[in-house]
């Protein structure tokens, strides 16, 4: 065997992976305020529909489950995590009808003075 010292080169990543920054974190591994008072987690987003709708699904079937395996506690946590997001998808959902609402009474608004105008 030789004395000499074998040198690798560096490989360049092809499977794409990209290391974290932890922007989110601070190196004690606590998340951050974005100043508004929401801590930033990157769990995907929670304001569409679509993914607090699937959630739900999932801690309804979390809930039977635990049910079925005889976990009661375990049961109800997940009721009430699935009992939020039902909260938080029916206040996604009443908010662009409540932007409808408000759309469309407002040309009626401006008819109402324009005709109010004319008299």
Known sequence: MSD???R???????????PR???GQNSNGHFQSNGNGN????????TNPFNVEKTVQKYQ????????SGETVLHENYLQHAEH?????TELNVKPKEK????????????QQ???KKK
């Open 4 to 6: 000499h010292k074998r």
């Open 8 to 18: 690798f080169r560096p490989r360049p990543q092809r499977n794409g992976f990209r």
């Open 21 to 23: 920054n932890n922007s």
């Open 39 to 46: 801590v930033s987690r990157n769990n995907g987003s929670m």
């Open 61 to 68: 079937q979390l809930a039977k489950d635990a049910l079925i």
């Open 85 to 89: 997001f039902n909260r938080r998808l």
């Open 100 to 111: 409808k609402i408000e759309n469309t009474s407002s040309p009626d608004s401006s008819k």
């Open 114 to 116: 324009l005709i109010e």
